[in-house]
């Protein structure tokens, strides 16, 4: 059986960048387009830690992986505060019913 | 003079600017506690401008010593004369941000204009405590935090009137748009430091020139890894196609948010794209032996950058909207500087910044002197007939759209003649593609502005009684016109300074 190296882990990674993409891109729910960048996020920072393993060998990439984690949760916390505005204010958060600021 | 790595404790007397933001921060959320009701605002106002000045004086101090270039912090920061040149263009503009930000005061005004202004004044000073950190970062990890950094502050302040369906809408678009682009950024970024295995520019740049003259070429991984990184720098300095959250963000942001958005995180985002591009792919070096496919892809963004601001400036009938549209086209003008990774390009991007700064910081604050006195309309109806109800502001706005547009006798005709300049130096059939395509858009930006001057002194508005602009504000707009003028006519010494400033690029 082969052993899982590198490019698995690369290939997941890629995976799930392409599904964050999809995601971003396809949602109309503003909470369904953060879900999307959440993969985004991850799918950097298994690169990371994969990368970190395999190829450099220290601990850099698992330092830069605890602050990608902990950004992303401050980033989400933000995101989250504004998508309960904007339902206060437009009863909605359906990114295509959110029209007032338009050409 | 060579580079010297500092350690911890060393590096914090290079670091001293921003260990005074950081101070004044702290106390600014205690004043806000403390502090009596009257005493407040102004407070918070001589605070902020003390830590400003600070941090603004110790980088012309350090620029004046001719200290560096240094690494602090075990190679994280750099320390060079580049940094400190943006630590000061920071501090003015923020400071003028300060100013601009003062609520009105008096019977009559509505209170939610005067509250919160601790959260917003100390939200200011992290920003630019971030845009400091952004132009010095010499590491992939110090890029995305300050990045970050700067990013969820502008996020809140986007959104910071909280009851106000537009601002909230914008930083929404804001925050999603935001996001994605930082994690695009975040995936390129590890793609480098898998081929590079560091996360210190100056290794990657080793490693990088190594396997390209192995290869012939450069390898498609960095290809690929700076292409997404652009992704995130583009969205900072709201390139085209990452430009698609600015008129909406910048139209629901609270103005002097607007005002300092387009001028602060995007000279930051150009600090942060120099580096990188010359620190890390030595695209700056003198005669590379393989073709570099980084001119193309800058000049291709540049032209995109432009036109698309400039032809939707074109139709829009709110002037804060317009001003957003222009403020993407002037990002093509500074990438076009960018596209030739030159010494000469460099100074005229950094020059161009300088003469940015008053010109864009200056129509922003006529617009909301405008807006204040029309019950909040920022549309083109609002400036009727303001050559004769406010005649000293709308001359100051000419001077600022007539600059914007890059006229003479003005600062922006100067920055945009050397961008052109570095452009056609360089040679190439290439470069003057690009030099008359940025010549057609500076020809067609003249519509959109010359619309504000016809309202102002061509057509008649409804309302013909004077404008009472705010002293304050009157004040700084001519302070800010003062500069855009004279820079115009006399603009060696500054050009000079400036340029003298940016031997990074070797």
């Known amino acids: ?103 | 003079m060579e580079t010297r790595t500092f350690d911890n404790v060393a590096s914090l007397a290079y670091f001293a600017p921003e260990l005074g933001l950081i101070a004044a921060v702290l106390l600014l959320v205690v004043w806000d506690l403390a502090s009596p009701a009257r005493l407040k605002i102004a407070g918070l106002v001589v605070i902020s401008l003390a830590a400003l000045a600070w941090s603004g004086g110790m980088g012309a101090y350090f620029l004046a010593k001719d200290a560096g270039p240094h690494e602090l912090f075990h190679g994280l920061l750099a320390f060079d004369r580049f940094s400190n040149l943006f630590r000061v263009i920071f501090a003015f503009v923020t400071g003028a941000i300060v100013l601009f930000s003062v609520p009105p005061r008096g019977p009559g005004v509505a209170p939610e204009l005067r509250r919160d202004q601790g959260e917003f004044f100390t939200l200011i000073l992290v920003l630019s405590l971030g845009m400091n950190l952004m132009a010095a970062s010499r590491h992939l990890l110090l890029i995305y935090l300050s990045l970050e950094l700067v990013s969820v502050m502008s996020f809140v302040l986007a959104g910071f009137k909280i009851n106000d369906a537009r601002s909230s809408e914008g930083a929404l678009k804001y925050v999603i748009f935001g996001g994605v682009a930082s994690g695009i950024m975040l995936y390129g970024m590890s793609w480098i430091f898998g081929i590079t295995a560091s996360m210190h520019l100056g290794e990657c740049a080793a490693r990088i020139a190594a396997l390209t003259a192995q290869q012939g070429k450069v390898p498609e991984v960095v290809f690929v890894g700076t292409a997404c990184m652009l992704a995130g720098f583009g969205y900072k300095i709201s390139a085209a196609p990452f430009h698609m959250w600015t008129p909406d963000v910048y139209e629901g942001a609270p103005t002097p948010v607007t005002a300092f958005l387009s001028v602060g995180p995007k000279a930051a985002g150009f600090a942060v794209l120099v580096r990188f591009f010359s620190d890390a792919l030595g695209a700056g070096s003198a005669s590379p032996a393989v073709a570099t496919p980084w001119p193309v892809l800058a000049g291709c963004l540049a032209m995109a950058t432009m036109t698309i601001g400039n032809l939707s400036a074109l139709g829009q009938e709110n002037v804060k909207r317009m001003l957003a549209y222009s403020s993407i086209a002037h990002a093509g003008y500074m990438l076009l500087g960018f596209s030739v990774f030159s010494d000469a390009g460099v100074a005229a991007i950094a020059f161009y910044i300088v003469t940015y700064c008053f010109m864009n910081l200056g129509a922003f604050m006529v617009v909301m002197a405008v807006a204040e006195q029309s019950g909040g309309d920022e549309t083109l109806s609002a400036f009727r007939g303001l050559g004769r109800r406010a005649p000293l502001v709308a001359a100051a706005m000419v001077v600022f759209l007539v600059s914007l547009t890059g006229l003479p006798p003005t600062a922006g005709f100067v920055g945009k003649f050397y961008l052109f300049s570095a452009l056609l130096t360089a040679g190439g059939a290439w470069r003057w593609v690009l030099a008359i395509v940025g010549v057609v858009n500076s020809v067609i930006s003249l519509f959109y502005y010359a619309r504000v001057l016809r309202a102002m002194y061509l057509e008649k508005g409804e309302r013909t009684e004077p404008v009472a602009v705010r002293p304050l504000l009157g004040a700084t707009t001519c302070a800010l016109a003062v500069p855009t003028l004279l820079l115009g006519v006399y603009w060696g010494p500054v050009y000079d300074f400036v340029a003298s400033s940016l031997s990074m690029l070797r």
Do not use: C, P, W
Not at chain 1, 4 to 15: C, D, E, Q, R
Not at chain 1, 26 to 55: C, D, Q, S, W, Y
Not at chain 1, 61 to 83: C, K, M, P, R
Not at chain 1, 89 to 99: E, F, K
């Open chain 1, 1 to 103: 059986m082969e052993e899982i190296g590198l490019i698995h882990y690369l290939s997941v990674a890629a995976a799930l960048f392409g599904l964050g993409l999809f995601t971003v891109m396809t949602r109309k729910n503003a909470v369904g387009i953060l879900l999307g960048v959440e993969l985004i996020l991850n799918a950097a920072a298994l690169n990371f830690v994969a990368f970190e393993h395999f190829v450099a060998g220290g601990v850099s990439g698992q330092v830069f992986t605890v602050f990608i984690i902990v950004l992303a949760a401050s980033e989400a916390a933000i995101a989250l505060a504004i998508v309960l505005q904007v339902y206060r204010n437009h009863r909605s958060i359906m990114a295509d019913q959110l029209t007032s600021l338009k050409n």
